[in-house]
C-alpha cells in the first residue's frame, strides 16, 4: 500500500513510511538493549536532514526485501555509547543477531518522528523479516503495521493532499484491498469501502501522546494560571496597604516637587524589581519541582517528557514576572499617586483614611481569591478520591513480594529452539533461588499497556461476521496463577508436560467463561479454537478457570482472556518472568542480573521490577495530576488565608478608632469579633458559590481524568467547602481577636 501510494500522484514532495521496534544492539563485545526505527529510503530525504557522520539512509537502500544490511545510528547512540568515535564508519553493529554494517549518523538532536520513541538505530524497513524473527508479514498485503508522512509541494494545502491521495486509495481499496477480506458481512464491506486516509499536521510527530497528554497538560497550566492569580491578588493587595501607608511620604515627595509621572514611575519600578527578585528565585523552586516530578514518573516517560528548563522557559517566566509586578503594581501606584496632598498631610501621623474603592477593590481581590482556591480545591479533591479509587481496584492479584524482568533472546539471534532452552533453565535457577518460592514466565508483561488477542471460536458459541468473537490472550508457563496469587477456580494449572507434541490445553478467566457463555466451571472439558476462523477445528482443550485478574491496565476492567502454555508454542522468542520471594525486593532485584549474566552474558535484562512498582508506573499519570493539583490547591489556599489575613488585619489597622469609639460606647469584645468575623463570612460565602461554580465546569472539563467517580462529586464539594470556610476563618480569627482587644482610650487618641 505504501509503495502504491508513493509511486502515485497524491499531490505530495515524497511519502516516507516508519514504524519502532526492540533492538538489542552489540558492538565491541557490549550490548545493551534499545529502541529502533525502520524507515523507507525516502525517510531521510523527506525529512531533509544531513548526516553528522557518512551517509543516511536513501532510496536506493530500499530496491529489494532482506538486502543492503546496513544502518544509521542516532547521534544520541554514538555520542553516548561509542563516544563519538569517527572510526565506526563502516564497521559492524549486530542489531537482534544480524550483523550490519554502520553507513552514517544522524543529526544531533534528531529523535526519530514518533515522539517518546528515541530510536538507537535506523534501519532499512524492507529488513522487517530480519529484524523480528518469526515475522512474515511482508507475505500478507492485508497486514497494516507502518505509518506515513509526507511534504507538502510548495503552494499545496492538506485538503488538496488529502483530496488526491484518497482518489488513489479508493481505487487501491476496491480494486485491490477488498478482494483479499474474508468473512465480512455486507454492511462492514461497504464500511471498509469508504476507509478513507486522514491527512492531518505533522510537525509534531505521530504519537498518541499528543492527544493523550493535551488535556491534562492543559488542567495543570489552568491550574498553575488561577495559583498566579491568586498571587498577583495577594500582590496587590499588599501594594495597596504599603501605598496607603506610604501616603503622607508620597504627598510630602508631591509637594517637593516630584511630578505624577515620577512618583507613578518610583512605585512601578520598586513593583517590577519585587517581581524580577521573585522571578529568579521561582527558577529555583522550579527545577527542585522538576527534579520531584522526573523522581515520580517511570523512566522511559520521565526521557520523552524533558523535565528540565530550557532558555524559552526561563524568558517565559521572565515576561511573566514582568508582566505580572507591571500589571498588578499599576491600580496600586495609580492609587497611591493620585491623592489630594494637602488632604493627605491634614491628615496626620500618616494614617490617611482609605479610600472606599481601594477597600472593595481589596474585598473583591480576597473574594477572587476564595473563588480560585474552592476551584483547585474540587479540582484537588477530585484527583485524590480518584487516585484513592484506582489504589483501591482489586486486580485479582497478590502483587506483593514479586519480582518481573523481561529476556529477548530472539535479539540475540537464538533460534526457537535455542529460546525455549534457555527459557526452561532459567525457570529452574529462578525457582531454586534462596528464598524464592515461585518462578514462572508470561508472554505478554501485566499491567504495562500491552494487549494480545484474536478472534476465537468455542464450542457451543456461534460465530460468524460481526459477531464479536475476540479474545485477549497470554502464552504463560508452568504454576503462573500459583506464584501471582491468583485463584484457580475449576480444573488446573499447566504443567511441564504441557509442552511441544502434547495436546493443546488452555485457562480461562471468568470473563471468558461470561461472554461465549460457558457457564462458569463447567467450562473445563469444553473445546475451542485460537486461529480466528469461524468453522475451524476446535483443538485446544479447555483445562481450568481461573478468577479474573488484572491484564493490561489498572483502570480498565478485565477482558475475556485465554491462556495457553508457551512451550507449545515453537516462535516464542521473549518472555517476562515472574518471581515471589520471602526476601525483600531489592535483594532478589540484585541478583537477577547475576544469575542471567551467569547464563548468557551478552542478554541484557530489561524492566527489572516489582510488580508493586509496575502497579504505581501504570497509573503514573494519575498519582501525577493527583499530588500536583493537591500541592497547587494546597499552595492557593495558603495565599488565600495570607491575603485574607493581611487585608483584615490592615482593615482593623484602619478601622481602629472607630471600634474604639464603638467599644466606648458599650460593645463587646464579641461584638467586634463577630463584626470582624461577619466580612469573612461575606466573602467566603460569595467566593465560595463563585468557586462551585467554576468547580463545576472543572470537573466536567476533567472528567476524561478520573476514575470511578463524576466530576461534580457532591462529597467533595461539601468538603472542601467545609475545609475553605474553615481555613477563611482561621485566617480571620487573629484579626477578630486583635480588633476586640483594643483599648478604646488608646484607640481614641490613635491618628
Sequence with gaps: MFMDLETANTG??????????????????????????????????VLGLQPALGRLLGPADDERVGEHYVTVLSYSYWENQLGLDRSVLNTTL??????????GVAPPGFAGTTLGGAPDVFVRITMRGAMIPQWEGF????????????????????????????????????????????????????????????????????SSLNAEAQTPLTLLFSITG????????????????????????????????????RLLGQLLTESVLLAVLGGVASLIVARWTLSAISATLPAKEAATLLLELSPTMVVFTGLVSLGTGLLFGMYPALHSSRQDLVAMLKAGGGQPSAARAAIRFRHTLVTGQIALSMALLVAAGLFIKSLNNVASVDLGLDVASIVSFQVAPELNGYEPARSQALFARLEEE???????????????????GNSW?????????????????????????????????????????????????????????????????????????????????????????????????????????????????????????????????????????????????????????????TLEQQVEDNVYFDRLIGRLSAAFAVLATLLAAVGLYGVLTYTVE???????????????????????????????????????????????????????????????????????????FSAGYLPARKASRVDPVQALRYE
Design 94 to 103: 549486530i542489531v537482534n543477531g544480524q550483523p550490519m554494517t554502520i553507513v
Design 139 to 206: 507475505e500478507r498485503r492485508n497486514s497494516y503495521w507502518t505509518y506515513l508522512f509526507g511534504r507538502l509541494r510548495p503552494g499545496s494545502t492538506i485538503e488538496q493532499v488529502s483530496a488526491q491521495i484518497n482518489t488513489v486509495y479508493g481505487a487501491i481499496i476496491s480494486d485491490v484491498e477488498a478482494p483479499l477480506q474474508q468473512g465480512m458481512s455486507e454492511q462492514t464491506m461497504e464500511r471498509f469501502l469508504a476507509k478513507q486516509i486522514v491527512v492531518e499536521e505533522g510537525r509534531r510527530g505521530q
Design 453 to 609: 488477542g484474536t478472534d476465537v471460536s468455542v464450542e457451543g458459541y456461534e460465530s460468524g461476521p460481526d459477531i464479536d468473537s475476540n479474545s485477549r490472550l497470554n502464552w504463560i508457563g508452568p504454576d503462573y496463577f500459583g506464584t501471582l496469587g491468583v485463584p484457580l477456580m475449576a480444573g488446573r494449572e499447566f504443567t511441564a508436560g504441557d509442552a511441544l507434541g502434547a495436546p493443546e490445553v488452555a485457562v480461562v478467566n471468568e470473563a471468558f467463561t461470561r461472554k461465549f457463555n460457558l457457564n462458569g466451571r463447567e467450562a473445563v472439558g469444553k473445546w475451542m479454537s485460537a486461529d480466528g476462523g469461524a468453522g475451524s477445528d476446535l483443538d485446544i482443550q479447555i483445562v481450568g478457570v481461573v478468577q479474573d485478574a488484572g491484564y493490561s491496565h489498572v483502570k480498565q476492567d478485565v477482558p475475556p482472556i485465554f491462556f495457553t502454555p508457551y512451550k507449545q508454542h515453537d516462535g516464542l522468542g521473549y518472555v517476562t518472568f515472574y518471581l515471589r520471594s520471602a526476601l525483600e525486593g531489592n535483594q532478589i532485584l540484585g541478583a537477577v542480573p547475576t544469575l542471567v549474566a551467569a547464563i548468557d552474558p551478552n542478554l541484557p535484562v530489561d524492566n527489572l521490577k
Design 12 to 45: 505530495l514532495d515524497g511519502l516516507a513510511a516508519h514504524v519502532a521496534f526492540s533492538v538489542n544492539l552489540a558492538h565491541a563485545g557490549s550490548t545493551m538493549s534499545g529502541a529502533g526505527a525502520l524507515v523507507s529510503g525516502s525517510y531521510f530525504p
Design 430 to 448: 529462578l525457582a531454586a533461588m534462596p528464598g524464592v518460592t515461585g518462578a514462572s514466565a508470561a508472554m505478554v508483561p501485566l499491567l504495562t
Design 226 to 261: 488561577f495559583v498566579l492569580l491568586i498571587a498577583c491578588a495577594n500582590i496587590a493587595n499588599l501594594l495597596l496597604a504599603r501605598g496607603a501607608s506610604r501616603a503622607r511620604e508620597m504627598a510630602i515627595r508631591g509637594l517637593l516637587g516630584a511630578s505624577r509621572r
Design 654 to 728: 484602619q478601622r481602629t478608632r472607630e471600634i474604639g469609639v464603638r467599644m466606648a460606647l458599650g460593645a463587646r469584645g464579641h461584638n467586634v469579633r463577630a463584626m470582624v468575623l461577619k466580612q469573612v463570612s461575606q466573602m467566603t460565602a460569595i467566593g465560595g458559590l463563585i468557586g462551585i461554580v467554576g468547580a463545576y465546569f472543572v470537573g466536567r472539563f476533567a472528567q476524561s481524568l478520573l476514575f470511578g467517580l463524576e466530576g461534580s462529586d457532591p462529597s467533595v464539594m461539601v468538603g472542601v467547602a467545609s475545609l475553605l470556610a474553615v481555613v477563611a
